[in-house]
């Protein structure tokens, strides 16, 4: 009878009104379900991660061998649960009964899709790197990466068509498996940023290390490295890819994990949740979205992006050239000290007229938003932590010179560029779309006026008088109504110019970073006060974190300007 009692029945009607009983667990279990799956997939992260990290500490081989080896029945099983999962909600219609409109939007599913085309890219060289060195390597590391391929492929179908779904039926399976989907992204994302790392870290200790000989540094570049950053000591015949390619489609790789990750834990989040789809009408583009073309954030974002890939192309060719090393750091520090205060002139803009700009605020409960404001906020804090730990070293530099100050300013800029502009996200993400916020109310014609007031029975004279003083008072009434639209719509079309300038802004200040750019190794300071090693430590576990917040802030200006 006990147990009788700890269940309740939803009824449910579907469009084809035809009705369903769904038998729950009391709400009390719905915390013990999220608990299960959440210490499932910790258990799942650790022992990956204890395995990563024993490949890059040890030299024995069967480090690597074992992680392989967890790593593809990882994904094997999360493969063969994606694939029956979409033929469970395909065959069975009443497993999804409500859907999540703000979960996986148009632009973040056309991302995960680009980032999964680099992916899938790196796959393939991968492969061909494996195959060349088959003789000297395991059989293991050919079939790795095809798993891996395999995985990019059928994840991507699967948030495509389930990241709205809010499934009703086998819920703490389904909360178990999107856990562990999520932890093996977290896996794969956290091996990829320690591989681009170590590659970067060698390279920067070979710059810095210039007094070697030629005959040195010419043997060290034709020894090539597997995807562990460990040589590979054996001679094949034919070598087409050079293990440093992957480098260049790491950033692609941890951008697709990310972007994934976020989008599993939200359909974590929204398993078992009951949507009143009505409650969609005030999502999606707003009204008059193609009315305006921003041509000043377009131009001068554009001029951002090219000015900073010049920028960025010198730097790369001037650091190795001693003759332009410091003119290359010189210009790059400049751009950024330019850039972030532009950046930073455009947010405070955009906050000014949010409160010129009085608009309700959404603060229901959505999930997107919540993981939208965490990220932000968190990702903030490696930014954060490198800004702080370079003002230290240039301050406690002396003498101080010109590049000393620039970098001070850079890093100072840095700080208060991710606090404005942590401000204006999060305060727009709250803000609801224009056409929920304001709606023109039908007019009254005078006819109609007329009609009401003669029906009433009262004198002629007075009735046309009564009948001309509201119909002046509905004029005046019409013309401040189109004033305020004239004024709002204004306000709109600046915000459009702010939101391209800022997504094209953080474009560059991602492509910068993820690529290979690290400015505060190559002055000098920072190695100099706190030692290459210490400054690596730092760099290497701040940085991944800075160019996520660079793509996610993007992400969330997309957003918004879609909604302005």
Known sequence: MEMMLDLHTVSVKLQDNRPITLVRNADDWKKGGRLLSGLLASNVMLLGGALATCVFTEDNDIYEFDFLIFLSIMMVICILWMLFQMYFTWKHKNAVLFKDCQAGPIWMRVGIILFGVGTLVMAVFKIVFA??????????????????????????????????????????????????????NLIIWIIAVAEESNHHTHELEKHLMRNESEDTNSSSRKQDTDEFGEAVSCECNSRCI????????????????????????????????????????????????????????????????VIGLVVFIMYEVGIHTNHTDLLSLTTFFIFHVVSLALMCLANIAGIVIFKLDKRKMDNKKNPSRTLD?????????????????????????????????LNLGYSML????????????????????????????????????????????ADRRESL???????????????????????????????????????????????MPAFGARIRFD???????YGFTLWAIITNVCLPFGIFYRMHAAASLLELYSMS
């Open 414 to 457: 840095m700080i208060l560029q991710h606090s404005i502009q942590n401000a204006f996200i999060i305060q727009g993400l709250h803000r609801l779309p224009p056409h929920v916020s304001f709606r023109t109310p039908r007019p009254t014609e005078p006819h109609e006026t007329i009609r009401q007031v003669t029906a009433q029975g």
């Open 131 to 184: 195959i060349e060195h088959i003789g000297c390597r395991e059989p293991l590391t050919v079939i790795q990466p095809i798993i891996l391929a395999l995985f990019v492929i059928v994840q991507t179908c699967f948030l495509w068509i389930s990241c709205k779904h809010c499934v009703q039926i086998h819920i703490n399976a389904t909360r178990c498996f999107l856990m562990i989907l999520l932890a093996v």
């Open 242 to 305: 050079n293990a440093t390619v992957f480098t260049y489609l790491y950033p692609f790789n941890i951008e697709y994990n990310l972007f994934a990750a976020a989008m599993v834990y939200i359909m974590w989040k929204n398993v078992g949740r009951q949507i009143d789809e009505n409650a969609s009408f005030h999502h999606g583009l707003g009204p008059g979205f193609h009315q305006h073309i921003p041509l000043i954030g377009l131009t001068f974002g554009v001029a951002i992006l």
């Open 373 to 405: 404001t965490a990220l932000l906020l968190g990702a903030t804090l490696g930014q954060y932590a490198i800004s702080y730990y370079s003002i230290i070293a240039v301050v406690s530099t002396q003498p101080f010179s010109v590049l000393c100050g």
């Open 523 to 529: 002055d000098g300071f920072e190695v100099n006060f």
């Open 465 to 511: 008088t009564g009948v001309q003083n509201n119909f002046h008072r509905r004029l005046t009434r019409r013309e401040t109504l189109n004033a305020y639209i004239k004024s709002h719509l204004k306000k709109r079309k600046t915000m459009k110019d702010i939101y391209l300038f800022l997504f094209l802004s953080n474009i560059i200040f991602w492509i």
